[in-house]
Each structure stands twice: as structure tokens, then as C-alpha cells.
């Protein structure tokens, strides 16, 4: 089993529509997790760290449940602009053993 | 600021060459690492350094050589190049290695990748 699982999707939706996806961790030790957001051949880049307590940017909303080992990212009223693939990242262990797993992403496709 | 520069931006080797991906950041990062991403494979750890003179391995280090003489550059060596080292490559850098403080010291900052093919 990976330790970082994500739906690979594609997520296909109607510009406006909310869409939601999760991603699954193996190791309960996980510290820190963030969502990237990887547009078609270009590099990662950060869109949200993930708090315990859940937080919001605008029309994305991150969500944290330990109990059950995932995350969430929540688009609202998805734009064109938010078509890309998403990667969720676990940080776990600590000190010098700690890893920053990647998920292999969830690809997003908006459609006018 | 140019944040993290990598060369080439595409290179194509035959079975057996060498050659050396060069990166650098000028953001005074401590912690800096190399990446190959493959399809359904996600991005795959090879090798990094939590500062200058030190390196360590990976998840997927054969066939790869780093150093690290300096903060800013990190560049990575394929020693013979392989059909199956054809990937794209990214070289990231954050202020601290995880998981130091956590939060956005372990913002990972990205290079724009080198796409290699090997034939």
C-alpha cells in the first residue's frame, strides 16, 4: 500500500460547480500536510498548508481528519484557472528520519 | 530573487553517457533535494542535503550522484545514463529540513524541471 494515496481522477466539472477530493495516509506519526498545485508541465507549487483545525483561502477550503488518516481540499465555484493536477504532501516521522511524501495527484479539469 | 534555477530545461542522452543537472536557489535555503516525477508514480525523493557538506539518499538513489560544496547549488549526476532514467527531473529547496518547525519553513520551492529522455 502507498503511503500517500490519492483519486487520480480526472475530475471533469462545469465552471461554477464545487468539487471536493481526498487524499489517504498510511503513517499515523504524520506531522504536517500542505496541497501543491502542479499546472500541465510546469513545476509544484504551494497552494495551502493543511491545519488541524481546518483552514479556508478564499474559495479553498482545507480540512484535516486524523481520526480517519486524510485530507480534503475544497474548490467553490471553480474557475477555469483552477484546472490543474492537485498533490497532496504528508511530512512524517521526526528529526533526521522524517519523509515529505508526495501523492501522485489528482487531475482537475474545468469546463466552461 | 530568481528562487530555485535549474539547467538544462531539456536533454536528450543515449544508453551509457554521463551528464549533470545543474541547480541552484538563491534564497538561502538549508534543505534542498532532487525529484524525478513519472507518470502515476508521483514525485520520488533521490537525494538530498540539509546543508552544505552533507547529502544523504533517497527513495530512488541508484544511478544518481549528488553534492553540495556550497548552500546554493545542488547539482545531480547521472553516472550511465539508463532508458529507464528518462523522466522529468525537479530540484526543490525549503528554509528548513522537515520537519524543523513545520508550517511553511517546509514549503517545498520548486525548479522548472529538466525533461531527460535516454535512448
Known amino acids: 500500500r502507498k503511503e500517500v494515496e490519492q483519486d487520480p481522477g480526472p475530475f471533469n466539472v462545469p465552471e461554477g460547480a464545487t468539487v471536493a477530493f481526498n487524499c489517504t495516509y498510511s503513517n499515523s506519526a504524520s506531522q504536517s500536510f500542505f496541497w501543491y498545485r502542479q499546472d500541465c508541465r510546469k513545476e509544484p507549487k504551494l497552494l495551502m498548508s493543511v491545519y488541524s483545525s481546518g483552514n479556508e483561502d478564499g474559495r479553498f477550503t482545507a480540512q484535516l481528519n486524523r481520526a480517519s488518516q486524510y485530507i480534503s481540499l475544497l474548490i467553490r465555484d471553480s474557475k477555469l484557472s483552477d484546472s490543474a493536477t492537485y498533490l497532496c504532501v504528508v511530512i512524517s516521522g521526526y528529526s533526521s528520519a522524517s519523509k515529505i511524501i508526495f501523492g501522485s495527484g489528482t487531475r482537475l479539469s474545468i469546463r466552461p | 530573487n530568481a528562487g530555485v534555477t535549474q539547467t538544462p530545461k531539456f536533454q536528450v542522452l543515449k544508453t551509457g553517457q554521463s551528464m549533470t543537472l545543474q541547480c541552484a536557489q538563491d534564497?538561502?535555503?538549508?534543505?534542498m533535494s532532487w525529484y524525478r516525477q513519472d507518470p502515476g508514480m508521483g514525485l520520488r525523493l533521490i537525494h538530498y542535503?540539509?546543508?552544505?557538506?552533507?547529502?544523504d539518499q533517497g527513495e530512488v538513489p541508484n544511478g544518481y550522484n549528488v553534492s553540495r560544496s556550497t548552500t546554493e547549488d545542488f547539482p545531480l549526476r547521472l553516472l550511465s545514463a539508463a532508458p529507464s532514467q528518462t523522466s522529468v527531473y525537479f530540484c526543490?529547496?525549503?528554509?528548513?529540513?522537515?520537519?524543523?518547525?513545520?508550517?511553511?519553513?517546509?514549503?517545498?520551492?520548486f525548479g522548472p524541471g529538466t525533461r531527460l529522455t535516454v535512448l
Open positions: 534564497m538561502n535555503h538549508e534543505y
Open positions: 542535503s540539509v546543508g552544505a557538506g552533507i547529502t
Open positions: 526543490a529547496s525549503s528554509f528548513s529540513p522537515p520537519p524543523a518547525s513545520g508550517g511553511l519553513y517546509n514549503e517545498q520551492f
